[in-house]
């Protein structure tokens, strides 16, 4: 699970068998002040996959900017390259995502429902304090 803004935009493909394809890049970012209290931050970025629908949906309405919460798992692919070099490439594999810009900011349309709802609170009382011991993994 990820929360990151668009590095460029999906590019969406479709294969031979007619199913769709989506693959962009994400930046998330890491913030945090340093001994002499300066404020630092470090991006790192993430190469994303999307098939079939969730693809169709992306290509449609992300744009390069747009801020999404995407959920999904970690694969490795590996290939030999020309140069004859054993190359690596990781990826999420997109199951869900949750389009985060207000209604039409970085979208090309009119913004469709999430993939799915929002996860339900940890929580009844939202004015009440999480604690370690309550987060169920």
């Known amino acids: 699970m990820i929360i990151g803004n668009l590095v460029r935009d999906p590019e969406v493909k479709t294969t031979p068998s007619g199913v769709s394809v989506a693959s962009f890049s994400v930046a998330t970012s ?13 991006a790192e ?3 994303i996959v999307a098939w079939r629908k969730l693809a169709d949906i992306i290509g449609q309405y992300l744009k390069k900017g747009s801020k999404i919460y995407l959920e999904g798992r970690l694969q490795t ?4 390259g020309q140069d004859g070099a054993k190359k690596y490439r990781t ?3 997109l199951d869900n995502m949750i389009m ?6 970085g979208a090309k349309g009119p913004v ?3 993939a799915s709802p929002p996860p ?7 004015d009440e304090e999480i604690s370690v011991e309550d987060i169920p993994f």
């Open 30 to 42: 890491f913030v945090w002040k340093d001994a002499s209290g300066q404020k630092q931050e470090k």
């Open 45 to 47: 970025y993430h190469n």
């Open 77 to 80: 692919r590996d290939w030999t």
């Open 91 to 93: 990826e999420i594999i």
């Open 100 to 105: 985060l810009d207000s209604k039409g900011a």
């Open 112 to 114: 469709p429902p999430p």
């Open 120 to 126: 339900e609170p940890a929580v009844n009382n939202p």
